[in-house]
């Protein structure tokens, strides 16, 4: 098939934007608006929210939009649903677009939820008479009861959420946009409205959101776009857009190449030799060589510290082990300088994205770590891995708190960086953990016929 998506008679792209960006001036003094329009000098400066961007949205298509804050994307999302021009370019759609874009765009806080939900919806195109053959479908979506009676000014976020998404999937848009709005719900509605996007997704719907979640754009989304500082950097397959999202947040740094020199040891068997083993290997960051390593990983930090090597206990070090078997990973941690604050991570998850399980050293212990240059250390990672027969993906990381002791910063996090076999037959158990369930069926006395 040429790369011209046809879907519902449609041919072309539903959304093409070529070399748009957006200007805004700002002035240091309030006066000074006046005195540029008088032509006297020149007092604005220059700010480009958006500058040069191309970009073509298929019919179908699932595009997740990420950057850093201030990078461009909500600018991008306003030009596309038409609430604002572009300075430079041309932007084309042909479609019904609806946006959950920021809280309340589109509502009168005067107005009632009732009346907003026919201003909202006149908006999107629909008339008074569609609006009443789906106003009670609305209604039941939002679940906000009453309150559709009172004016919007006196709702919660959530309750802006629920009725400004119950309108926008209402009117079955042919792109469907959402920044970030999501995030504010409940986990309930979350749970509502996901099932209600993947609906539109399998009727033919496009989806662009624009979300900080590279969970959400890996299990949603069939395209990544990354913006930064009003630029497009990245348009392509999803694992790409992570990476490359993620070393903007966090920075990336090469690893020292390993040459045949500091060819990796064969570690023993028992958890105690092998701990041996690997800190006796000196500081060379190996893990690359080991059975199970992704080359697909994605590997973010400043690289002050590494994760240099990792040996699963048993298997021969191989990442395979069998539901509910008691499992320890060894992990080697090399210190390039000193480093305090210190917390250790792991995670793993499905090779579609889906968390499975996180956690780190200090959620495990309320305890942070000081270590000096050269230090090489050793984590030993235990869990039963009570898990469905299939593969996941491993995450092991280090990380600083800063100074507040509130955020972290990445030292060296390899996402993705094993792949985990868990054996056997799944049998007729579905989903992720495997809680080994049993059960009985007790025998109970006839209570006759049943009429």
Known sequence: MSSEIIRAGRTGPLIRAKGIGKRYLGYAKPHHRLLQMLGR???????????????????GETIGIIGKNGSGKSTLLQMICGLIEPTTGEIEVNARVAGLLELGAGFNPEF???ENVYLKAGLLGMGRTQVDAKLDSILA?????????????????????????????????????VDEALAVGDAYFQRKCHRRIQELQEAGSTLLLVTHSTDAVERMCSRGVVINAGNKIYDGPVRGAISDYLQLIFGSHVAEPVGQAAAIKVLGETADEAVATLLASGGADVLSQRSGYN???IRVGNGKALVADLHVVGQSGVPMLFPGQPAEILVKYVFKLPLGRVIFGMQIRTPEGELVYSTNTFMESGEAF???EGSVVVVRWKFNAH??????????????????????????????VMVLAILGDTGAAQGIANLQAKFDVETVASVGSVG
């Open 387 to 416: 898990l469905i027969p299939k593969q996941y993906l491993l995450m092991f990381g280090i990380s600083q708190f800063d100074e507040l002791g509130q955020d972290t910063v990445a030292i060296d996090r390899r996402a993705d």
């Open 295 to 297: 080359r697909d990983e």
């Open 370 to 372: 000081h270590y000096e």
């Open 141 to 177: 979506f939002a679940e906000i009861g009453d309150f559709v009676n009172q004016p919007v000014k006196t709702y919660s976020s959530g309750m802006f959420v629920r009725l400004a998404f119950a309108v926008a999937v209402a009117v079955e848009p042919d792109v469907l946009v």
């Open 41 to 59: 000098r020149t007092y604005a400066k220059e700010f480009w929210a958006l500058r040069d961007f191309d970009l073509e949205v298929w019919p």
């Open 112 to 114: 009632t939820g009732l």
